[in-house]
């Protein structure tokens, strides 16, 4: 392993460039680069402060990995798949630790952010503010960039003389710039001249496959990627483990891909991690999160040869909760762990799956009981165990593992009143509530909202007396108070946005609204319970409607030994 030093224009000048000695590239078993524009931000004004910025890790060969280039011109919507470059035997260097630094001094120097370049005010540099930030870096689009902001491009990789730069900085300004200031500026010159062109502060280490092909096999890469990647918080467990899954399988990036982007179309968040715990479960590996089960022989060519099957009944699950039952977002679904009982059932046993009866109870059940909480890897396989004695879905041996793995099926009343504004339940619950409703607008914006009927801001302005002073000082409804179950209703972005209900008290929001309107909310009729004064008394009143509407639910949760 070799040390090498380079200034960061001249590395800069190294990614995606195959004149410069095959060039910088990424390996496809890197994740998405993440960084935030503060964070870009930071990295400069480090660099500015001479702080060392950490040693790279780069991997000189010939194989022919999968790669792809570094993104000049980054934008949120952008796809990897873009960016792959086409396998071939020539000289090329892949970064395995660095991505983010890299990445991110390629944005600023060669490219934009979001459509905004990155430009730095030449007139900072005074002690560091409270966010301790010394050297001020921003993204701008081209309209803002006023005095006494200047493109780092073009300080950097232009040859700019200093009178150029601070006669441009004049015109900017309207006016002569003073003796201090011009006296900061051409310092701050000096300085990234220095910095970014002189002195060779970017040190990157050096395992060279091509000087020594039988030194680093792509088995002991992987595992270096690995090692240098998990000291802290670069990579999730999913990161790790895909990183194996892919530098055997040269299209495993591109095949989870698609189908996240086909399986998060209608407002789900499925990811990686759930998708390779799904593999190992149905691959008959158990449902703990393992990177050492990516090691095993056969698990990854088994997940290879089987991922049209897999990703087929990972969809086909999905097609079944969104079309059969009442789940029909992200937010109603609590935890995806309670569907991978059924795609191993939808994977194993196909026919008995197209069969199969109260797949919509189950996930009813044991979404609002939180039967998948916690850690529920012994529960997973306890039901898999279950499914491959029974060869079929049946929901009453399903329940029955579930509760000797002391797991809960029952809605106690008290557990029903629990789901109140910001908890995870309560969309399931209006999913059962305001049925017909469409939880999935194409438009994110015009997603439904959970409001308060009496306002927070109103209540909080409720006093009652203080013990202590016999002043009314005290806050009459707390927190738990004001968001209870009976205090929320579903409404349309365009009902609570501007100009909607907002902070609009009950009495004046139901005022004239019809009688279907009130039925739909679980809304006491009686027009005195609107008023504030008689929060409580509402609250009664709205708890006996919704406890008759869900009167079937609450008896079948009870019911401990039933369905």
Request: hydrophobic share 40%; with cysteine; glycine share 6%.
């Given at each position: ?11 800069v ?29 930071r ?18 060969t010939?194989?022919?990995i ?21 396998e ?16 991110s ?11 905004k ?16 930030i010394k ?6 689009s ?5 005095f ?10 232009t ?32 300085l ?15 395992l ?10 792509e ?17 999730g467990?999913?990161?790790?483990l ?5 530098a ?20 789900f ?8 715990k ?23 060519e088994?997940?290879?040869?089987n991922?049209d ?18 789940i029909?977002?992200?937010k109603?679904?609590p ?6 009982p ?10 008995e ?18 039967a ?31 509760r000797?793995?002391g ?22 619950l ?6 017909g ?12 909202q959970?409001d ?21 000082d005290?806050m ?8 209870q ?11 609570n ?34 008023k ?7 609250i ?22 039933g369905?």
């Open positions: 392993m070799k040390n090498q030093k380079q200034t960061i224009r001249k590395i000048g190294f990614l995606n460039n195959e004149e410069e000695d095959g060039g910088f590239w990424l390996p496809n078993i890197q994740r998405p680069f993440v960084w935030s524009e503060e964070q870009i931000c990295l400069f004004d480090s660099i500015l402060r001479e702080y060392p910025i950490s040693t790279l890790l780069v991997w000189k010939k194989s022919g999968r790669r792809r280039k570094f993104i000049d011109n980054w934008k949120d919507s952008l796809r990897l798949s873009d960016f792959y470059v086409p071939d035997d020539k000289r090329k260097s892949l970064v395995l630790d660095g991505q983010q630094r890299l990445q001094l390629f944005i600023g120097l060669r490219g934009s952010y979001n459509g370049e990155l430009y730095f005010d030449l007139l900072s540099g005074e002690v560091a503010s409270p966010d301790d050297y001020k870096f921003r993204f701008l081209p309209g803002q960039a006023n006494p902001w200047a493109k780092l491009k073009d300080l950097v990789f040859e700019k003389k200093k009178r150029e730069v601070t006669d441009a900085l004049k015109v900017a300004a309207g006016r002569e710039l003073t003796d201090e200031e011009l006296n900061k500026v051409e310092d701050h010159l000096d990234i001249d220095r910095t970014f062109k002189m002195e060779e502060i970017l040190t990157y280490q050096e060279d496959s091509i000087d020594n092909p039988s030194l680093y096999t088995e002991d890469v992987v595992e270096i990627f690995i090692r240098a990647n998990s000291g802290g918080t670069k990579l467990k999913s990161d790790l895909f990183s194996l899954l892919s055997s399988w040269d299209v495993a990036d591109e095949e989870m891909e698609d189908l996240l982007d086909n399986l998060n179309a209608h407002g968040g499925f990811d990686r991690d759930f998708v390779l799904t593999c190992l479960v149905l691959l008959g590996q158990g449902a703990r999160y393992e990177v050492q089960k990516f090691r095993k022989d056969g698990v990854r088994s997940i290879e040869q991922w099957k897999i990703a087929d009944a990972i969809r086909d699950v999905l097609d079944f909760v969104r079309g059969k039952t009442f029909q977002c992200d109603a679904l935890s995806y762990l309670v569907l991978i059924l795609i191993y059932c939808r994977y194993h046993f196909l026919q799956w197209k069969a199969a009866k109260d797949v919509d109870t189950y996930l009813l059940r044991c979404s609002l009981a939180g998948f909480s916690g850690q529920p890897d012994n529960l997973l396989d306890a039901l898999i165990k279950k499914l491959d004695e029974l060869k079929t879905f049946d929901i009453q041996e399903v329940f029955n593992v579930i000797t793995q797991r809960s099926l029952e809605l106690t009343e008290d557990r029903f009143w629990q789901m109140g504004y910001g908890s995870e339940t309560i969309h399931l209006f999913n059962l509530w305001y049925r409703v469409n939880h999935t607008p194409a438009y994110s914006n015009n997603l439904l959970v308060h009927i009496f306002p927070q801001s109103a209540l909080k302005k409720v006093k009652t007396e203080n013990p202590r002073t016999g002043r009314k005290l009459k409804y707390r927190e738990t108070e004001r968001n179950l009976a205090n929320c209703m579903l409404l349309s972005r365009e009902e946005g501007a100009g909607g209900k907002s902070d609009i008290l009950p009495e004046e929001w139901f005022a004239g609204k019809p009688k279907e309107y009130l039925w739909k909310h679980l809304i006491p009729d009686d027009p005195n319970l609107w504030i004064e008689r929060f409580e008394d509402f009664e009143a709205r708890k006996q409607l919704i406890r008759a509407n869900f009167e079937y639910l609450l008896l079948t949760q009870m019911a401990v030994n369905m």
